[in-house]
């Protein structure tokens, strides 16, 4: 039976790296999504051999290996949101842009450029490749404090000059709307944590600030705060709205998880999605 894309519920679609842990990339993102309670489809970019120790091996799929997945999805499912995580190379990079030149629902894009452990998920030095290719055909962009200097080349200390960052990010692309400054990285000594939502159209900074909550288990807290997000929007269709949500998902999932023990190595361990 046919179906008009008005009577079908919406899908968020992840495209991402796969972690055979569970606990990151892919993986964190469809048990995030399937939580908030969103239909949720993925499309691998990358292979990695990972654990809580680190990433020790990674390997990126074909560019139109990777765009005809997505296809696959985009010609029969009613996706209004895209998650973009870990992409892995240029190539997939410009294939994924191309792709989504057309696309004109949600983007949501989790800029990870290196593992927690340090190790480089993305095979390229020039980042002006990425943000042409891919950052400019985004609506939210969703970097962690590394991955703010990273695309601003510049170091970050305060909150000020990471907003600063996120401003100047979103005037140099004029699709993108919001960009999310996660703030665990910042003032880690300050017991609140302080996440920013910066939107293109409004001055005033919506301040999500919390108690800092002490956890071992914190694998995989990017791809679950973007595919988060993500899941609420397509719920509520307002950025505020899903930043909030997003923030509260995160907390409560960080206090449940701290308490659980799954890996041999005692630390690094994953978040537990459901809640």
Known sequence: MDHSRSKLSPTVLSIAGSDPSGGAGI???LKTITAIGVYGAAAITCITVQNSLGVSESVALAGDLVVRQVQAVLADYHVTHIKIGMI?????????????TGFKDEVIYDPVLSSTTGQS???????????DQLISKVTVLTPNLSELEQ????????????ICGARQILARHEHLQAVIVKGGHLEIDNPY?????????????????????KSHNLHGTGCTYASAFAAFHCLEKDYRRAFVLSAAYMDRIISKS???????????GPLIHTW
Request: with cysteine.
């Open 27 to 29: 993986q964190a993102d």
């Open 88 to 100: 892995g190379t240029i190539e997939i990079a410009t294939a994924l842009g191309q792709l989504l």
């Open 121 to 131: 998920l993305l095979k390229s030095t020039n980042l002006s490749d990425l943000s």
């Open 151 to 162: 695309l601003c080349q510049q170091q970050i200390a305060t909150p000020a000059e990471a």
């Open 193 to 213: 944590i302080s996440d920013y939502l910066v939107l293109k159209k409004q001055e005033q900074i919506e301040t999500s600030k919390r108690p800092r909550i």
């Open 258 to 268: 701290s308490a659980i023990s799954l890996i041999k190595s005692g630390k690094g």
